[in-house]
């Protein structure tokens, strides 16, 4: 009985370890393919239609999940009035802002380069949770962001052709990460007393509405738009925006804001990746260095102390 209560005890912790890491992977897998869906519509539909159609559809999905779903005796349907401050930065900065900020970076420069500038973002969650969280600064953290951030380093370097970035698409890039990393620090509480599934909708949601005056954009848009474009702009508010963020949100209640942040340096050089194979778009040599520079930071990052000593 007592071996079988720790093999019992064995299995449910390696689960517990290995469920947030499979939610991680495919979140950064889905928002990887985001940059590149994202550079593929931006010819058809403006920055401010494509969130509002994301976000509409993804609010859509989650809320019809959350009404399928059965809730424990403990979940409340409505968050209690503490938590909304922090839902509507949530849904504003995140969900909102980086994503209208991001589709216009992406109408000035490739997928690559954009998800390149928007890692940033980890170094910013990075502080952010040190300072507001209490995450402190640990030591692996500290280098695994320093690796891998120059392995972004390398890739923009590789990928700027002689300086021909879209300034304007810089800037727009940087207030994304800006967005994207006060998002993080204001859900990581959240977490710890509402459904992961339930934050992410309910941020989606807000973003939805602060998105709504985009709306005769929106109708203009669809109405010229090709049906392969329409169905790339579901597919970013399924995927990419339902299914990954609320993988998302259960990985990052299970792990600090800084760790998980650091896992999303595997996003620039998927989607550099994707592309190249879908768009053409084709590296150079070098960014396939800054690759396994960004894959060496994620692992130091993640690298536990006790791996360490054995």
């Given amino acids: ?80 009035r503490g938590a909304w401050p922090r839902l509507l930065v949530c849904g504003v900065s995140w969900f909102g802002v980086y994503n209208v900020a991001l589709n216009e970076a992406e109408r000035r420069m ?88 339930q934050v992410t909708w309910l941020a989606c949601t807000i973003g939805a509405v602060g998105c709504l005056p985009f709306t005769p954009g929106l109708i203009r848009d669809l109405g010229s738009a090709r049906p392969s474009t329409i169905g790339w702009a579901i597919y970013l508010g399924v995927m990419p925006t339902a299914l990954a963020f609320t993988t998302w949100a259960y990985a990052l209640a299970r792990t600090s804001a800084g760790k998980l942040g650091a896992t999303t340096y595997l996003v620039p050089p998927l989607a550099i990746g994707l592309g190249w194979a879908l768009l053409g778009e084709s590296p150079a040599p070098l960014a396939f260095a800054g690759g396994a520079l960004c894959l060496v930071g994620v692992y130091l990052s993640r690298r536990s102390r006790r791996s360490r000593r054995a």
């Avoid at 947030?20 to 990887?32: D, G, I, Q």
């Fill in 110 to 197: 490739d997928a690559g380069t954009a998800a390149m500038l928007i890692n940033i973002g980890p170094i910013l969650i990075a502080m952010l949770a040190g300072l507001l969280l209490g995450e402190g600064f640990p030591r692996r953290l500290v280098t695994g962001s320093a690796v891998a951030f120059a392995g972004v380093v390398v890739i923009s370097l590789s990928t700027s052709h002689g300086g021909g970035t879209d300034r304007w698409g810089v800037l727009l890039c940087v207030l994304a990460a800006v967005a994207y990393a006060v998002g993080v620090v204001a859900q990581k509480p959240l977490l710890a007393d509402l459904p992961a599934l």
């Fill in 1 to 80: 009985m007592v071996l079988e209560h720790t093999a019992t005890e064995t299995t449910g912790s390696r689960n517990a370890a290995l469920l947030p890491l499979a939610a991680v992977l495919v979140t950064v897998v889905l928002w990887a393919s985001a940059f590149v869906a994202i550079r593929h519509v931006g010819h058809e539909l403006s920055a401010g239609a494509l969130s509002l159609c994301r976000l509409v559809v993804a609010s859509a999905v989650l809320g019809g999940v959350m009404l399928a779903r059965r809730p424990s005796r403990h979940e409340r349907f409505v968050p209690p």
